[in-house]
């Protein structure tokens, strides 16, 4: 793991006291470390004084007071609708006044300028916080105006395009129009260095049969990741027995719709016979914690995402809105996991902080498809690299386990410095290719124009 490429040239040191590679059965690396990055690749792991005459006058980040981590993965991230009204949905709405008294008319007021923006200013918070790799969970409007974001931020993910053939809803369309917007995603990331087009449906019981195998057949043929919700609430299985007599994971096994190419997001509500499809058909699923609670979905009696996890499935942690998960910031989420999984079985030793933790790297990566590149820091991979700086007063004194430190103690305001492909895009705290000041400015004044254009909170 350690061994230098051959002939390997270095652009960038990361300099860290402690480096976390997250390969399974390797203990962190204590003393000063030197992570050498040539292009977008890792090229040597090793002592810093070794890295150091091997690259000699390479530019540095970091100290020995840093500890370095695998960038972290966000598995659901609504980019646009929600940011630019970031907390204002009231946390006691039924959740149909919730969606269509707020979500939609924000959706449909949002224009090009408002997705780019909104999602510009949710990536600088999600790298800011050590998010390098973000699966968008669908544009609805302008998939174009969200990778310009990702561009501006200098992130990477997933970009897709919502997909609905409901009539009467915004974006809508047939199973023709929504196919040639997927395909108009996955052109438009064809050649990106940074950036996956996803086949992105809206899902839940908003997606005919026909729609969602023709897609699931696009993802496939295209070698590409397929996304959609399921099953948060217990509405999706209500609706899906009722027009198909089946609960929803089973009728779309049943219809060839699912494989390994699938990510679900949620998957709270579901009951063993669809766990045994999903296993099975091996789906990944994204666990978004904070959402659950922060929208009483139910998780704490439904949820069975630690049960998938120990059968063998495939798990990544997600974020979901800013009106839902609301921060984006996946090292408290992985804290949340660690907690509720501990709470709801009534035993410690089920689930803690390092399972936490792989689920938010390199399980997240092997969730959607990307262990080989991302999740873990090795030689040849992408260089993907966070630095936390431990000089705060929630790591004095430093644990001898710097896991349990990170995620109970901890989150994302611990995060330094982020390198991405092996690009700094943020140091010393403050992205490096946008001025976060000028965003906010830019934000205040269209969030007034946005919640006066959707009319919102006077419905």
């Given at each position: 793991?350690?061994?230098?490429s051959?002939?390997s040239?270095a652009?960038?040191?990361?300099?860290a006291g402690?480096?976390?590679?997250l390969?399974?059965?390797?203990?962190?690396?204590?003393g000063?470390?030197?992570?050498?990055?040539g292009g977008?690749r890792i090229?040597?792991?090793g002592?810093l004084?070794?890295?150091?005459?091997?690259?000699?006058?390479?530019?540095?980040i970091?100290?020995?007071?840093?500890l370095?981590?695998p960038?972290?993965?966000?598995a659901?991230?609504?980019?646009?609708g929600?940011?630019?009204?970031?907390?204002?949905?009231p946390?006691?709405?039924e959740?149909?006044?919730a969606?269509?008294e707020?979500?939609?008319?924000?959706?449909a007021?949002h224009?090009?300028d408002?997705?780019?923006l909104s999602?510009?200013l949710s990536?600088v918070?999600?790298?800011c916080?050590?998010i390098?790799?973000?699966?968008?969970?669908?544009t609805v409007?302008?998939?174009?105006?969200?990778?310009?974001g990702?561009?501006?931020?200098?992130?990477?993910?997933?970009?897709?395009?919502?997909?609905?053939d409901?009539?009467?809803e915004p974006?809508?369309?047939?199973?023709?129009?929504?196919?040639?917007?997927?395909?108009?995603v996955?052109?438009?990331?064809?050649?990106?260095?940074?950036?996956?087009?996803?086949?992105?449906?809206?899902?839940?019981?908003?997606?005919s049969?026909?729609?969602?195998?023709?897609?699931s057949?696009?993802?496939?043929?295209s070698?590409t990741?397929?996304?959609?919700?399921?099953?948060?609430?217990d509405?999706?299985?209500i609706?899906?027995?009722?027009?198909?007599?089946k609960?929803p994971?089973?009728?779309?096994?049943?219809?060839?719709?699912?494989?390994?190419h699938?990510?679900l997001?949620?998957?709270v509500?579901?009951?063993d016979a669809e766990?045994?499809?999903?296993?099975?058909?091996?789906v990944?699923?994204?666990?978004?914690?904070w959402?659950y609670?922060?929208?009483g979905q139910?998780?704490?009696?439904?949820?069975?995402?630690?049960e998938?996890?120990?059968?063998g499935g495939?798990?990544?942690l997600?974020c979901?809105?800013e009106?839902?998960g609301?921060a984006?910031?996946?090292l408290g989420?992985?804290?949340l996991a660690?907690?509720?999984?501990?709470d709801?079985?009534?035993d410690?030793t089920?689930?803690?902080?390092?399972?936490a933790?792989h689920h938010?790297?390199?399980?997240?990566?092997q969730a959607?498809?990307?262990?080989?590149?991302i999740?873990?820091?090795?030689?040849g991979?992408?260089?993907?690299?966070?630095?936390i700086?431990?000089?705060g007063?929630?790591?004095?004194?430093?644990s001898?386990?710097?896991?349990?430190?990170?995620?109970?103690?901890?989150?994302?305001?611990s995060?330094?410095?982020?390198v991405?492909?092996?690009?700094v895009?943020?140091?010393n705290g403050?992205?490096?290719?946008?001025?976060?000041?000028?965003?906010?400015?830019?934000?205040?004044?269209?969030?007034?124009?946005?919640?006066?254009?959707?009319r919102?909170?006077?419905?």
């Amino acid at each position: 793991m350690h061994t230098p490429s051959p002939d390997s040239h270095a652009e960038l040191i990361v300099v860290a006291g402690t480096v976390l590679t997250l390969v399974p059965g390797v203990a962190p690396i204590d003393g000063a470390t030197g992570i050498a990055v040539g292009g977008d690749r890792i090229v040597e792991i090793g002592p810093l004084d070794d890295v150091r005459s091997r690259h000699p006058g390479t530019a540095e980040i970091g100290s020995t007071e840093h500890l370095a981590i695998p960038g972290l993965i966000n598995a659901h991230q609504h980019l646009t609708g929600d940011r630019l009204i970031r907390s204002m949905i009231p946390d006691d709405l039924e959740s149909g006044r919730a969606i269509f008294e707020w979500a939609v008319p924000a959706h449909a007021a949002h224009t090009g300028d408002d997705d780019q923006l909104s999602a510009t200013l949710s990536l600088v918070e999600a790298v800011c916080n050590g998010i390098t790799f973000t699966v968008e969970a669908g544009t609805v409007a302008h998939p174009d105006r969200v990778l310009a974001g990702f561009d501006a931020v200098g992130a990477s993910g997933t970009l897709g395009s919502w997909g609905w053939d409901v009539a009467g809803e915004p974006w809508a369309g047939t199973v023709d129009e929504v196919l040639d917007r997927q395909r108009h995603v996955l052109d438009l990331t064809a050649d990106h260095p940074l950036i996956d087009g996803w086949v992105t449906l809206v899902g839940h019981d908003l997606m005919s049969d026909e729609l969602v195998v023709a897609a699931s057949d696009l993802a496939r043929s295209s070698q590409t990741g397929m996304t959609f919700h399921l099953a948060p609430t217990d509405s999706d299985p209500i609706s899906y027995l009722a027009r198909t007599g089946k609960r929803p994971a089973v009728h779309l096994d049943d219809i060839g719709a699912l494989g390994p190419h699938v990510l679900l997001g949620h998957g709270v509500h579901l009951d063993d016979a669809e766990l045994d499809r999903l296993l099975a058909a091996d789906v990944a699923i994204a666990y978004c914690p904070w959402a659950y609670l922060r929208l009483g979905q139910g998780v704490t009696r439904a949820g069975r995402h630690v049960e998938f996890i120990r059968r063998g499935g495939r798990v990544a942690l997600g974020c979901d809105a800013e009106n839902a998960g609301d921060a984006i910031d996946i090292l408290g989420v992985a804290a949340l996991a660690a907690g509720l999984a501990k709470d709801m079985s009534g035993d410690p030793t089920v689930f803690g902080a390092h399972h936490a933790l792989h689920h938010a790297t390199l399980g997240a990566a092997q969730a959607i498809g990307m262990g080989d590149e991302i999740g873990s820091l090795e030689v040849g991979k992408r260089a993907d690299v966070v630095l936390i700086d431990t000089s705060g007063p929630e790591w004095v004194p430093r644990s001898p386990d710097p896991v349990l430190q990170l995620i109970w103690a901890s989150d994302g305001r611990s995060v330094s410095d982020v390198v991405v492909s092996g690009r700094v895009i943020v140091r010393n705290g403050e992205p490096t290719l946008v001025d976060r000041r000028a965003l906010a400015a830019e934000a205040a004044e269209r969030h007034h124009r946005l919640v006066a254009a959707a009319r919102l909170g006077q419905r």
